[in-house]
């Protein structure tokens, strides 16, 4: 006689893959991706829309006057948002050539600067906003800084030497209170990989007068970390506090004012930082991907939020050749991290390009993980854009547009903007400035970019049920009554049972089964194993939510 086995709360775990399932219980995901785990189900993750297309080549407006050279191609290497008082931000695309376009109130503006950079490179970017101006720095250059009332980029000035040679460089630059923070410093001919300059106090829309540590008159100055055994990466403000990552050790900072102004004390010799660009902040914390865990700390202590639950499966499958191309990304409107880095995984479908075709996405709200395709990016921020659309500039069909007549009206709501790299050969056709929305439910009026975006997917395997006898008995799930809706008009979903004889093998899959939310309440199996395994997939773009189902299930004895 068949047993009905009910699972609930199907949001309630997310993703694990890196303990044995028979080991879970059935409410954990031992695969997903472009799926979330919110409001006691599974959701459709979100979705990116094509903000512009045409970032790789030359044909933005260009200001009165402007001769511009078609070559070399515009190649995006990084995206900052710069933040106003009010209306729209400018969001800034810079390119690994050091070329600069701006996009605000869908207009994209080819920008002239005094700054070229030394060529074309993959060495990663890093900005930080301070007193009304962005400052956007590569190491193997001279930073550059730009006002929010004039968008002209030019190098920062006062940023040299004592003799007045402009010849400083830095790792990354930073903002801290009043501060800029420079870190891992070039200076001439000699490297301090371990030294951290500051500034002198900022002004109100001003840059920094001057970072002369030998003027008493100024608050500039410089600590040489000596007893840190690695070079400086990255460093971000925590609260009141200033952090500072090499790869494997992590530094305190504080504004103490006085004769020494800023003091620093060593915080965890075990934990540092992958790449620059790798350390967001979230309710007063630090969530950090290093090269071999992701973790988050308070300034006091850490934890791991990798550790027996996708941390083998992320770094076993990272790519070790394309580490410099791992950011991560918080997304403010749905409490997530996004840990973003080039994966060899077995889910992958971006594979031909160097940017980021994965991110192990946190939701810290619920503590669940889950996984999303990255179509090829490189680079991302949170700003908010004008997306109101009309019948005479939309292109597409009504279905693919997100938003509503309300929304384009709402104000001015943050959004996730990437920016992605052209690959043919992953079916990538330009290189694109992305938003990131829900689906049906979203609020950016921009087409869904059919390129960028794959199949929602679950997959749970190596279910024993021993709850309903002992773990040799052979099982056969007859039926499964899903509690699943969408929004969606097209109410179909795909669903496939399997099962194993033995934890060690894959599943076999049964032939794949369309559920019809509007008609069906059941879905009929024969799978039989003494280990199940069930699969959904969403192969259209839709919102939907899968709460729970009840399991009929037939025990038939040991074998």
Request: hydrophobic share 35%; charged share 20%; proline share 4%.
């Amino acid at each position: 006689m068949p047993q009905t086995l009910p699972i609930r709360d199907l949001g309630a775990a997310g993703v694990v893959t890196d303990i044995e399932p028979s080991s879970m219980p059935v409410q954990v995901f031992t695969r997903g991706k472009n799926v979330r785990f919110d409001n006691g189900g599974v959701v459709r993750g979100p979705v990116f829309r094509k903000v512009r297309s045409d970032l790789l080549t030359h044909d933005a407006t260009l200001p009165s006057g402007v001769t511009l050279n078609t070559t070399p191609a515009f190649i995006p290497k990084h995206v900052a948002c710069v933040s106003t008082a009010s209306g729209y931000n400018t969001i800034y695309i810079i390119s690994k050539n050091f070329q600069f376009k701006t996009y605000i109130n869908n207009t994209l503006t080819y920008i002239t600067s005094s700054q070229t950079g030394n060529g074309a490179s993959d060495t990663p970017f890093c900005s930080t906003q301070l007193a009304d101006h962005l400052y956007i720095n590569r190491k193997d250059t001279r930073p550059i800084v730009t006002s929010t009332t004039t968008v002209a980029p030019s190098m920062l000035a006062n940023f040299e030497s004592t003799n007045g040679a402009q010849d400083w460089r830095c790792s990354s630059l930073r903002a801290y209170g009043d501060f800029l923070i420079a870190m891992n410093m070039s200076e001439g001919s000699s490297d301090y990989h371990t030294r951290v300059r500051f500034s002198d106090l900022t002004a109100a829309g001003q840059v920094p007068g001057s970072w002369d540590a030998s003027d008493p008159t100024t608050s500039a100055g410089f600590i040489d970390l000596v007893d840190m055994g690695t070079p400086i990466v990255d460093g971000l403000p925590l609260g009141n506090k200033f952090i500072i990552y090499s790869s494997d050790e992590t530094y305190m900072m504080d504004f103490v004012g006085g004769t020494f102004i800023m003091n620093t004390r060593k915080l965890f010799d075990d934990a540092g930082i992958i790449n620059l660009n790798c350390v967001v902040e979230a309710e007063r914390k630090h969530f950090v991907m290093s090269a071999d865990d992701i973790y988050v700390h308070d300034g006091v202590t850490k934890k791991s939020i990798v550790d027996s639950r996708i941390r083998k499966y992320v770094f076993n499958s990272i790519d070790t050749g394309n580490l410099p191309s791992c950011f991560v990304h918080h997304n403010e409107s749905t409490n997530e991290v996004y840990f973003c880095y080039k994966s060899l995984d077995d889910m992958a479908e971006y594979t031909a390009g160097d940017g980021c075709n994965r991110a192990a996405v946190y939701n810290y709200n619920n503590d669940t993980w889950s996984f999303m395709d990255l179509p090829n990016v490189v680079s991302a921020t949170q700003g908010n854009i004008s997306s109101s659309t009309t019948y005479q500039n939309a292109v597409g069909s009504y279905a693919v547009f997100g938003g509503s007549y309300a929304s384009q009206t709402s104000g001015f709501d943050q959004h996730s903007l990437f920016v992605g790299l052209q690959n043919t050969t992953d079916g990538i056709s330009a290189s694109k400035l992305y938003g990131l929305d829900d689906v049906e439910l979203g609020t950016l009026s921009f087409p869904l970019d059919l390129e960028a975006n794959k199949e929602a997917y679950i997959e749970r395997v190596g279910i024993d049920l021993d709850q309903l006898g002992p773990i040799s008995g052979y099982k056969v799930i007859t039926g499964m009554l899903p509690q699943l809706s969408t929004p969606n008009a097209n109410k179909n979903f795909s669903f496939a049972f399997g099962a194993s004889d033995f934890m060690s093998n894959p599943p076999t899959y049964e032939t794949t089964i369309t559920f019809d939310a509007a008609t069906k309440y059941r879905l009929d199996s024969r799978a039989s194993g003494r280990y199940l395994s069930y699969k959904m997939t969403v192969s259209d773009y839709k919102d939907f939510s899968f709460t729970a189902f009840d399991a009929e299930v037939h025990v038939t004895g040991r074998r």
